[in-house]
């Protein structure tokens, strides 16, 4: 079982920063690929970004790419999102994931959800 906690989400004016952190519970950390997802009003949760178990690969979003960036300390059980030049069709409630059977995952095949953290930038 993996309990996953985010935090550091917030409003911010369009071209600014924020820096999303998820921390996970459990000794298993290291055995999960991890990855972000994000929920606008009115439609289906997408992917957003992946980073795989040892931290060495990840991948994103063509709408995020060159923007976001997700890195994980292994030691702390934690994963980050930086997201950087943020856009108002940025706006949504940005999930942390886990998951154990690839690190290329859909929203239908991961394990472990966080509870949800809102980020909205305004124009």
């Known amino acids: 079982q993996v309990q996953l906690v985010e935090s550091g989400g917030g409003l911010v004016q369009a071209g600014g920063s924020l820096r999303l952190s998820c921390a996970a519970s459990?000794?298993?950390?290291?055995?999960?690929?991890m990855g972000w997802f994000r929920q606008a009003p009115g439609k289906e949760r997408e992917f957003v970004a992946t980073?795989?178990?040892?931290?060495?690969?990840?991948y994103y979003a063509d709408s995020v790419k060159g923007r976001f960036t997700t890195s994980r300390d292994n030691a702390k059980n934690t994963v980050h999102l930086q997201m950087n030049s943020l856009k108002p069709e940025d706006t949504a409630v940005y999930y942390c994931?886990?998951?154990?059977?690839?690190?290329?995952?859909?929203?239908?095949?991961?394990?472990?959800w966080g509870q949800g953290t809102q980020v909205t930038v305004s124009s």
């Open positions: 994931a886990a998951y154990g059977r690839s690190w290329m995952v859909v929203a239908d095949e991961v394990d472990y």
């Open positions: 459990g000794r298993t950390f290291s055995r999960y690929a």
């Open positions: 980073i795989n178990w040892s931290g060495g690969s990840t």
